[in-house]
């Protein structure tokens, strides 16, 4: 009686591949088209397969004749959790950090400076001339909120900033 195969026991090759390791595999494939080895139509066509692969095996294959392309063994020994509260691969959640922390915290300025002014707009609004109004304990209110969130926009920043330089070394 036969029973379901153990992956680890069926050979690493028929393990199903992941978006990161097809992106690899297609970078490694524009590498080899910008030294000269790939032409146009090789690239476009070993691009297709790389996409259509389902297993380490067959991207292997994608590249096998190719020097210096890394050959995947399966996935890596300690797999990275996905973020929770992140749509879509981890891959595409780790993308970019630094352009997702800029626009992040340019909302937050955006809604910091609507705040700061609908104070000043406050203040200014005071029947009896210059000076405090009936309003201004109202002011110091936004005050504080557009403070805390111009800081919670620099915090976001500064992760972005500590992420987009952590990935850049795990590159090399």
Do not use: C
């Amino acid at each position: 009686m036969a029973g379901p195969q153990d992956p680890a026991a069926a050979g690493r090759g028929r393990l199903r591949v992941g978006h990161a390791d097809r992106e690899q595999v297609i970078d490694t494939l524009k590498g080899a088209f910008t030294q000269g080895r790939l032409t146009r139509d090789e690239l476009d066509a070993r691009t297709g397969q790389a996409l259509a692969a389902r297993t380490y095996a067959e991207l292997d294959a994608v590249t096998a004749d190719i020097p210096s392309a890394p050959r995947l063994d399966g996935p890596p020994a300690s797999p990275v959790p996905a973020r929770a509260g992140v749509a879509g691969p981890p891959a595409l959640a780790r993308r970019w950090p630094l352009a997702r922390a800029a626009v992040k915290s340019g909302g937050l300025l955006v809604i910091a400076a609507a705040v700061a002014h609908s104070g000043n707009i406050i203040d200014n609004s005071v029947p009896n001339g210059p000076g405090p109004g009936p309003h201004h304990g109202w002011t110091r209110l936004l005050l504080l909120l557009t403070l805390t969130v111009v800081v919670t926009a620099l915090v976001i920043l500064i992760r972005g900033v500590a992420a987009s330089v952590e990935q850049r070394r795990s590159r090399r």
